[in-house]
């Protein structure tokens, strides 16, 4: 009878210590639930990484002087484009961001500071690098 007990306990400290280990997990990932802000220069970066690819038969000189104007009115665009039609729903472990911009839907779940793009993020990169030139 004694072990069943002891058998007992351990199984009761073993779901207590999972318990705690799933809570910490969920606080951590709630700390590090990306904001707007966050959202928003993740964006940035994207625009930036798809104006690179976006067409390399451009002279090296006009490529340089569009990716200058770029990184000079970068956070203006963002802050007027995607900003005002974004919408978050912030699930407290993650957040869903939906961005309807130049007639594309952009879907990216946000979790642990990190971005998952989700659908369209490529082509709205694109079209806003477009808007831009």
Do not use: C
């Not at 007990?5 to 969920?26: E, F, N, P, Q, Y």
């Not at 690179?52 to 990716?67: G, N, V």
């Not at 879907?107 to 079209?127: K, N, S």
């Amino acid at each position: 009878m004694g072990k069943r007990g002891s058998s007992g306990g351990m199984t009761s400290l073993l779901r207590l210590g999972t318990v705690v280990i799933l809570l910490a997990g969920a606080v951590g990932l709630a700390l590090t639930n990306p904001t707007m802000d966050d959202y928003l220069r993740f964006v940035e970066q994207e625009m930036s990484k798809a104006l690179d690819r976006m067409d390399q038969s451009t002279p090296t000189r006009e490529q340089q002087f569009i990716r200058q104007v770029f990184r000079l009115q970068s956070k203006k665009l963002v802050e007027s484009v995607v900003r005002p039609h974004t919408t978050r729903q912030n699930w407290g472990v993650l957040s869903r961001y939906e961005t309807h911009v130049v007639d594309t839907r952009v879907v990216v779940l946000g979790i642990g500071r990190r971005f998952v793009p989700i659908e369209g993020v490529e082509e709205a990169a694109l079209e806003i690098g477009r808007m831009v030139f």
